[in-house]
């Protein structure tokens, strides 16, 4: 039987479409709901409302085709910002080697010893806090993914 097609293209950006936005949430219901059961229902919260929704997004053929992998960051005050809620579809935690469509805006690449989606997820989360003022980052993370 041939293994389920993996993207190894994914595009980091913004869910800025209701497919993407619908996809996000549903993926970190998956991860923080059903698998890990941090929260029961839902995992959304207050900070939805003003954070930015950041997403690694599978192609096919050329074309986006689902949300892979999903953080928010949001603006607590002035130059100080704070990440959440990163998590990665079961199916693309392994997946090391890939594009990086869509991470940085300069073309800079990045080592292959961080090439995975959560470490383009985190990164984006970053550069895009940078680049609205950022001058301090925090990020609420699981005691088995600190080294990470």
């Known amino acids: 039987m041939p293994r ?15 497919w993407e936005r619908r996809q996000y949430y549903a993926l970190r219901k998956a991860v923080f709901c059903d698998e890990q059961g941090i929260f029961t229902g839902s995992d959304a919260d207050d900070i939805d409302q003003t ?5 690694a997004v599978a192609t096919c053929g050329g074309m986006l085709d689902r949300v892979v992998g ?10 100080v910002w704070y990440g959440s809620r990163l998590c990665v579809a079961d ?17 800079r690449t990045v080592s292959p010893f961080d090439q995975s989606i959560g470490s383009g997820l985190i990164s984006k989360a970053v550069s895009t806090a940078k680049a609205r003022g950022c001058r301090q980052f925090f990020a609420n993370v699981p005691l088995q993914y600190v080294r990470f």
Request: aromatic content about 14%; proline content about 9%.
């Open 4 to 18: 389920p097609y993996k993207s190894d293209y994914p595009s980091f950006g913004f869910a800025t479409e209701s």
């Open 51 to 55: 954070a930015l929704p950041i997403v």
């Open 70 to 79: 999903a953080v928010r960051i949001d603006r607590r005050r002035p130059g």
């Open 91 to 107: 199916d693309y935690r392994k997946l090391t080697r890939f594009g990086m469509g869509g991470l940085f805006d300069d073309r």
